[in-house]
Each structure stands twice: as structure tokens, then as C-alpha cells.
């Protein structure tokens, strides 16, 4: 198992951008995330307009984004356990039923014959959504390794599933403005409430051995304990969880960006198209090149351009400038995660991998709305424009840092120790 930044593995990986396609099992997951996730987004959508439509305030887009963090924060390492201890695939048609009511929930408030529409409600539900995806996100990325026949397809099949993710991104945002403009925001919901039922017809459909017992089971710590012995993966996870933190959370304000445009919905949905786009090229060209590069360099490289990309957003005047740089924006971004994500989910022994990959998506999942509830408290003090500043003058430093870092490793010829799964 490699645990240094091994330079590519272009020499034994198939090639192609779709090579992991191949495997029965993976398409359908793809397939039935790609429909899953478009709707999700099309509900993230709607959630953060519904929010800025009853307060008109950045600040409450700040509390209804971190009401999510903290049943994430204290549930995500026993969300890793269950991926490890149980099937992973009945784990997540749990989840996705649970996440199908949710939505549901959110339609009947915003709807307001039933109850009258508050922000607190959707903090509510939003922090109940946040305890579903404890275990629904290291079981769904743990389950990726066991759909894949050829060890060497893992790491096309980690970019796929990003890139499907970001597939979704692009779409969603362009149906959520339709669904909002046609039918109204109610029904974005409604449309994700269905859209879950894609997902769960996949999973069902899949044809999976007999799950095998992973052994002797540690403790739900052990995540924690892999990746703090192990400083090739350390460097990235603390990379990922400041880019959550200051650089992700910045979507939390573009509502606020397009109000400041005065483009209403419509310009809203657009922006989110626009960064949706640009990470999806991402993912697209990562699938298909990435791994003919160093990791390191386009995890860190990654990094540096999405903080650079977001202060250039600051500048923009017009609003088609404002597209163009978060097309770039997206871009960056997925560069950065992708590889991150690939790098900690190789990685990882089978029987600790739904614990790492807690532990990573912990620090994605609950430190990104973390990060909205802190921009979304500055952007009421300093405006929306400064707090994005001050966030992405943060990623840079951080990057610059794990940069020097992981030189420093490399000019001494330190590499990570061996790391035994069992002690772990």
C-alpha cells in the first residue's frame, strides 16, 4: 500500500476518462448518484433561497448552513464504524430514504398551507439532514472500492464519482431556476424528494458477493490514528478541512452576489451554474490526466488557484466577468478535491476505510458549514465582497504552508512510516 506521494501511476492504470464504466456495479451507482445529486442540488438551491427570501440576511444563511455541523461533527466517526461494520449498500438505502422524507419536509413548509414558512424550520431540518450524512457519506465513499473490479480503475472511479458529483452540480442549478420560475420553489423539492428514488432503485439493482466479515474491528478513533501516523495524508486532510473551512463555505454568500447584481433567481441559479461548470471541466480533464501528474501537485496546485480565483471574484464589476472567474473558480476547486480524495481514499486498508474516509468527509462535510456560519457572521459586518477576501487571503496562506511542508519532507528524503491496519 503506498503511503508516500508517489509521482503517477500512469504506467498501470487503464487509460480513458470512462475506464471505470466498465464495471456493472459502478455504473449503476453513478447512474442513480448522478439523478440523486442533480436533485440535491436543485434543493440546495431552493434551501438557500427559501432562507434569503424570509430574512433577506447573510446571517441566517450562515446559521441554516451550519446547522448541519454539529449532529455532522458528533455522529461522522460512528458513521464510519457503521460503514465498516455493516454492508455498505444497506447502509446507504437507509440513508436515502431517510434524506427522501427530509425532502419531503422541506415541501411541505415551503409550500405554507400546512405551516407557516420560518428559517429556524429549515435550520431544523438542516440539522437533521447532517446526522443522515454521518453515515451516508464514508459508507458511499468506502462502497466505491467494492464496485470496482480492477484495483487499477479505483482511482478513475474516484474521479468519475466527482466528476458525476459536479455532473449534478451544473445540472441542478439550471433546473432549480426552471423548476423556481415555472412551478415554483416548493417543487424543487418535491423533484429531489423523487430523484431519490434513482439511488435507491440503483443500489438494489446491484449484484454484490456476500458481504465478508473485515476482521478484528477498532475502535471508531482509528481513522484519526491512521491518518496522524501517516503525514503524506496528514497534509492533505489539514489542507482540505482549511479549504472547507474559508474557501467552499464562500458559496454560502452567492445569493448575495446575486442580489448585489440585482439578477434575483435567475442570477443566482446561473452563478451556481457557472462554478458547477467549471468544476465539472475539472473533474472531466482529472478523470482523463490526472494520473499522469504527481498528486501532490495538483492537490496543492489546486488550492492555490481556487484562492486566487476567488480573490480575482472580488474585483469582478460586471456580471459576466463574475461567471467567467467562478467557471475558473470551479475548476480549481475540483482539481483540489479530486486528487485529495483520491490520494487519502488509495490509500486507506479496506477494513479502515470507512473510517478514514469519516474522518475526511467530517472535515469536508461539517467544516464547510462551519464555514458558512463564520462568513456568513463577517459578511454581516464587512460585506459579502470583504469576507470572500479575507477567506480565500486564508486558503492561500495554508496552501503556501503545506507546500513548504511537504518540500521540507521531500528535501530530507523523509516519507511516511509504514503504518500497520492493525494498529490503526
Given at each position: 500500500m503506498p503511503q508516500s506521494e508517489s509521482p503517477t501511476d500512469s504506467q498501470t492504470a487503464p487509460t480513458g476518462p470512462f475506464a471505470a464504466l466498465r464495471c456493472g456495479n459502478f455504473r449503476l451507482f453513478f447512474a442513480g448518484q448522478l439523478v440523486s445529486v442533480a436533485g440535491s442540488w436543485?434543493?440546495?438551491?431552493?434551501?438557500?433561497w427559501l432562507v434569503y427570501s424570509l430574512t433577506h440576511s447573510p446571517k441566517w444563511l450562515g446559521i441554516v448552513a451550519g446547522a448541519g455541523a454539529i449532529?455532522?461533527?458528533?455522529?461522522?466517526?460512528?458513521?464510519?464504524?457503521?460503514?465498516?461494520?455493516?454492508?455498505?449498500?444497506?447502509?446507504?438505502?437507509?440513508?436515502?430514504?431517510?434524506?427522501?422524507?427530509?425532502?419531503?419536509?422541506?415541501f411541505v413548509v415551503a409550500d405554507g398551507r400546512w405551516v407557516s414558512p420560518q428559517a429556524w424550520h429549515v435550520a431544523v431540518i438542516a440539522a437533521i439532514g447532517g446526522a443522515i450524512n454521518a453515515f451516508t457519506m464514508p459508507a458511499q465513499h468506502a462502497l466505491v472500492t467494492e464496485l470496482i473490479d480492477d484495483p487499477?480503475?479505483?482511482?478513475?472511479?474516484?474521479?468519475?464519482?466527482?466528476?458525476?458529483?459536479?455532473?449534478?452540480?451544473?445540472?441542478?442549478?439550471?433546473?432549480?431556476?426552471?423548476?423556481?420560475?415555472?412551478?415554483g420553489l416548493p417543487f424543487c423539492f418535491l423533484a429531489n424528494a423523487a430523484s431519490f428514488l434513482a439511488v435507491i432503485a440503483s443500489l438494489a439493482a446491484m449484484r454484490l458477493?456476500?458481504?465478508?466479515?473485515?476482521?478484528?474491528?477498532?475502535?471508531?478513533?482509528?481513522?484519526?490514528?491512521?491518518?496522524?501516523?501517516?503525514?503524506?495524508?496528514?497534509r492533505v486532510v489539514t489542507l482540505v478541512?482549511?479549504?472547507?473551512?474559508?474557501?467552499?463555505?464562500?458559496?454560502?454568500?452567492?445569493?448575495?452576489?446575486?442580489?448585489?447584481f440585482h439578477r434575483g433567481a435567475g442570477g443566482f441559479s446561473a452563478i451556481m451554474a457557472a462554478h458547477g461548470a467549471g468544476a465539472a471541466a475539472g473533474g472531466l480533464l482529472v478523470a482523463w490526466y490526472g494520473s499522469r501528474f504527481e498528486r501532490a501537485h495538483l492537490t496543492y496546485g489546486g488550492a492555490a488557484l481556487f484562492g486566487v480565483a476567488l480573490l480575482a471574484l472580488t474585483a469582478m464589476r460586471s456580471f459576466g466577468a463574475l461567471l467567467a472567474v467562478l467557471v475558473v473558480a470551479g475548476f480549481a476547486m475540483?482539481?483540489?478535491?479530486?486528487?485529495?480524495?483520491?490520494?487519502?481514499?488509495?490509500?486507506?486498508?479496506?477494513?479502515l476505510r470507512g473510517r478514514v474516509m469519516a474522518v475526511y468527509s467530517l472535515m469536508f462535510n461539517a467544516m464547510m458549514p462551519?464555514?458558512?456560519?463564520?462568513?456568513?457572521f463577517l459578511a454581516e459586518h464587512v460585506g459579502a465582497t470583504q469576507a470572500i477576501r479575507l477567506n480565500a487571503a486564508v486558503l492561500l496562506v495554508a496552501a503556501a504552508a503545506i507546500i513548504a511542508w511537504h518540500?521540507?519532507?521531500?528535501?530530507?528524503?523523509r516519507t511516511a512510516p509504514p503504518v500497520s491496519p492493525a494498529s490503526a
Open positions: 436543485m434543493q440546495t438551491v431552493a434551501q438557500q449532529p455532522y461533527v458528533l455522529f461522522a466517526v460512528w458513521g464510519g464504524q457503521v460503514a465498516d461494520d455493516r454492508p455498505r449498500r444497506n447502509v446507504l438505502i437507509v440513508t436515502q430514504v431517510a434524506a427522501m422524507l427530509l425532502a419531503l419536509a422541506l487499477k480503475l479505483i482511482g478513475n472511479a474516484i474521479a468519475l464519482n466527482s466528476l458525476r458529483f459536479n455532473m449534478a452540480r451544473f445540472v441542478g442549478p439550471i433546473l432549480a431556476g426552471w423548476v423556481l420560475s415555472r412551478y458477493p456476500a458481504a465478508q466479515p473485515r476482521g478484528h474491528h477498532s475502535a471508531p478513533w482509528g481513522g484519526f490514528l491512521f491518518i496522524a501516523r501517516t503525514p503524506s495524508i496528514l478541512s482549511l479549504g472547507s473551512l474559508f474557501a467552499w463555505s464562500t458559496t454560502t454568500l452567492y445569493p448575495v452576489l446575486a442580489a448585489q475540483i482539481m483540489f478535491g479530486i486528487n485529495a480524495q483520491t490520494k487519502v481514499q488509495q490509500d486507506a486498508p479496506d477494513r462551519l464555514g458558512g456560519l463564520q462568513i456568513g518540500r521540507a519532507d521531500r528535501g530530507t528524503g
